[in-house]
Every structure is written in C-alpha cells, then in structure tokens.
C-alpha cells in the first residue's frame, strides 16, 4: 500500500520556523515530482512548492517565495519543507504530493497525497 506520511506540523509564534516531513512508504519515489499544497480554513487548497526527481528545479508559490524551501532526499524517499519567517497567514493544513509531471503536481492533480499536518502560526 502506497502511503505519504507528514510530520512535522505544531503550533509556532510568528517569526519562527517549522520543518515539514513527507516520507513515502509502499513504492519509490525517486523518478516522481514531489510537492506541498496547504488548506486554510474556509479557503481552496493552495499549492506551496514543488520539486523535480532530482532537486535540481524548485517552484514556489509568490507567497512564500524567499521564506520556504523544498528539498528531499531520494535514498529516504522523504521531501521536507522548511519554513522560516512563519505568518499567521500561513496556518493551514499542509499536504505532500506525488506524481510523474511538474504540471500535474503543480495543478492539483497528483495521484499520491498525504493525509495532512496542521500549521498553526500565532500571532
């Protein structure tokens, strides 16, 4: 069974800085685009970031441009996200995804999703 597991989610003041973890179990992920989106309440799930098998290319949302950073490691089959400067505006749950194709991650359509960490930024 192919599982995407998040970690890493909690509760942080504003300014502060959280370490999303994804980890794939049941097949590899190595030649997949591995991805984030995130949903605040009452609100359309937004991508944040995505990245290519190797790492080599990243795409970020213009609203956490320059605060987030995608990265992963194929040996774990795990993509991370790291978010410095947190907003309040930022609280959502936050999703990994998976799939062949940067546009069909970016657009929402992965095939693999986790099942979500809560961010929570106070102000």
């Known amino acids: 069974q192919v599982q995407l597991v998040e970690s890493g989610g909690g509760l942080v003041q504003a300014g502060g800085s959280l370490r999303l973890s994804c980890a794939a179990s049941g097949r590899t992920f190595t030649n997949y685009v591995r991805g984030w989106f995130r949903r605040a309440p009452g609100k359309e799930r937004q991508f944040v970031a995505a990245i290519n098998w190797s790492g080599s290319s990243t795409y970020y949302a213009d609203s956490v441009k320059g605060r987030f950073t995608i990265s992963r490691d194929n040996a774990k089959n795990t993509v991370y996200l790291q978010m410095n400067s947190l907003k309040p505006e930022d609280t959502a749950v936050y999703y990994c995804?998976?799939?062949?194709?940067?546009?069909?991650?970016?657009?929402?359509?992965?095939?693999?999703w986790g099942q979500g960490t809560q961010v929570t930024v106070s102000s």
């Open positions: 995804a998976a799939d062949r194709t940067i546009a069909t991650v970016t657009t929402g359509g992965a095939n693999y």
